[in-house]
C-alpha cells in the first residue's frame, strides 16, 4: 500500500463526519485494490483465510491493550478485579452486540474464506472486527487505530455492566464448577418477523444436552442473553 493511500486512511479514519460503515467500505477498497489479484472485484474483504486469523490474533490484542489503557486512565474508581471483570467489553459476545446495536455492515470483514451463511455467530463476527483493528493497526499505526476503537467503544466502556453480561456469568459458573460450558442453538422454526428486522429464539444447552434456558430478542445476542439470564435463574435463583 502506498503512502498516498495509507495518508488518506489515516484521515479518513480520524474524520468524526464519516460513519463508520463508510470507513469500513473505504478501507476495503483500498485493501483489495493493492491485492495482487486485481481481476477479482468485491465488496467483501479480499484476504486468504490464513492472513484474516492472522490480523485477528493481532487486532484481539491491540483491542485488549487499548481497552485496559481506557479503563485505567478514564474509570479511575475501579479496582483491579472491577477494571478485569470490566474487559468483558472487548468479549466476542459483547462485540457481536455493540456492532448489532450500531448497524455495522460486519459482513463486509468476513471474506469468503472463512464462509457464507445468513447468519454468523459471536466467534466470527467478533474474529472479524478484531481483524479489522488488526490491519488497521499494521497500515495506519497505533495511535490511529486507538481512535478508532476509542470513538466506538469508549461509551460502551463507561456503561459496561459485568452484572448484565448473563452469557459471561453463565459460563463462569460452569467452569467454576468444573462443568463443560453451555451450547446455544437458534431455534429456526421460531424466527419471525420480516427478513430486515427478525426476532431471535435461542437455547441454552448444558453439557448433558439439556435444555437450560430459552430466550427470544431482536438480535442473537439480545436472544442469547435472556436463554442466559433464565438459565442463571434457575441455577442461581434470580428474581426475573
Same mark, same amino acid.
Request: no cysteine.
Given at each position: 500500500?502506498?503512502?498516498?493511500?495509507?495518508?488518506? $486512511?489515516?484521515?479518513?479514519?480520524?474524520?468524526?463526519?464519516?460513519?463508520?460503515? =463508510?470507513?469500513?467500505?473505504?478501507?476495503?477498497?483500498?485493501?483489495?485494490?493493492?491485492? @495482487?489479484? $486485481? @481481476?477479482?472485484?468485491?465488496?467483501?474483504?479480499?484476504?486468504?483465510?490464513?492472513?484474516?486469523?492472522?490480523?485477528?490474533?493481532? +487486532?484481539?490484542? /491491540?483491542?485488549?491493550? /487499548?481497552?485496559?489503557?481506557?479503563?485505567?486512565?478514564?474509570?479511575?474508581s475501579?479496582?483491579?478485579?472491577?477494571?478485569?471483570?470490566?474487559? !468483558?467489553?472487548?468479549?466476542?459476545?459483547?462485540?457481536?452486540?455493540?456492532?448489532?446495536?450500531? !448497524?455495522f455492515?460486519?459482513?463486509? $470483514?468476513?471474506?469468503?474464506?472463512?464462509?457464507? =451463511? =445468513?447468519?454468523?455467530?459471536?466467534?466470527?463476527?467478533?474474529?472479524?472486527?478484531?481483524?479489522?483493528?488488526?490491519?488497521?493497526?499494521?497500515?495506519?499505526?497505533?495511535? #490511529?487505530?486507538?481512535?478508532?476503537?476509542?470513538?466506538? $467503544?469508549?461509551?460502551?466502556?463507561?456503561?459496561?455492566?459485568?452484572?448484565?453480561?448473563?452469557?459471561?456469568?453463565?459460563?463462569?459458573?460452569?467452569?467454576?464448577?468444573?462443568?463443560? #460450558?453451555? /451450547?446455544?442453538s437458534?431455534?429456526?422454526?421460531?424466527?419471525? +418477523?420480516?427478513?430486515?428486522?427478525?426476532?431471535?429464539?435461542?437455547?441454552?444447552?448444558?453439557?448433558?444436552g439439556?435444555?437450560? !434456558?430459552?430466550?427470544? +430478542?431482536?438480535? /442473537?445476542?439480545?436472544?442469547? =442473553?435472556?436463554?442466559?439470564?433464565?438459565?442463571?435463574?434457575?441455577l442461581?435463583?434470580?428474581?426475573?
Amino acid at each position: 500500500m502506498i503512502n498516498r493511500q495509507k495518508n488518506f $486512511l489515516k484521515n479518513l479514519l480520524l474524520d468524526s463526519n464519516v460513519d463508520f460503515n =463508510q470507513k469500513m467500505r473505504e478501507f476495503i477498497k483500498i485493501f483489495n485494490a493493492d491485492s @495482487s489479484d $486485481l @481481476s477479482f472485484q468485491s465488496e467483501k474483504w479480499n484476504i486468504s483465510k490464513e492472513e484474516w486469523q492472522r490480523y485477528e490474533f493481532l +487486532g484481539d490484542r /491491540v483491542l485488549n491493550l /487499548v481497552a485496559a489503557d481506557y479503563l485505567y486512565h478514564h474509570v479511575p474508581s475501579k479496582r483491579e478485579g472491577e477494571m478485569t471483570k470490566m474487559m !468483558g467489553v472487548v468479549s466476542n459476545e459483547s462485540l457481536m452486540g455493540i456492532i448489532e446495536r450500531n !448497524g455495522f455492515d460486519i459482513a463486509l $470483514l468476513i471474506p469468503e474464506t472463512i464462509g457464507q =451463511q =445468513q447468519t454468523y455467530g459471536e466467534r466470527v463476527i467478533g474474529g472479524a472486527f478484531e481483524a479489522f483493528i488488526g490491519a488497521l493497526y499494521e497500515i495506519a499505526g497505533f495511535e #490511529v487505530t486507538r481512535t478508532t476503537i476509542f470513538n466506538i $467503544l469508549s461509551a460502551e466502556i463507561e456503561r459496561y455492566d459485568p452484572a448484565t453480561n448473563y452469557i459471561g456469568r453463565l459460563q463462569e459458573w460452569y467452569q467454576q464448577h468444573g462443568l463443560p #460450558v453451555p /451450547v446455544y442453538s437458534e431455534i429456526m422454526e421460531k424466527r419471525d +418477523g420480516p427478513a430486515h428486522s427478525p426476532r431471535f429464539t435461542f437455547d441454552v444447552y448444558a453439557g448433558d444436552g439439556s435444555i437450560v !434456558g430459552e430466550g427470544t +430478542g431482536n438480535t /442473537v445476542t439480545e436472544a442469547k =442473553q435472556v436463554a442466559a439470564k433464565k438459565a442463571l435463574g434457575t441455577l442461581l435463583k434470580l428474581p426475573g
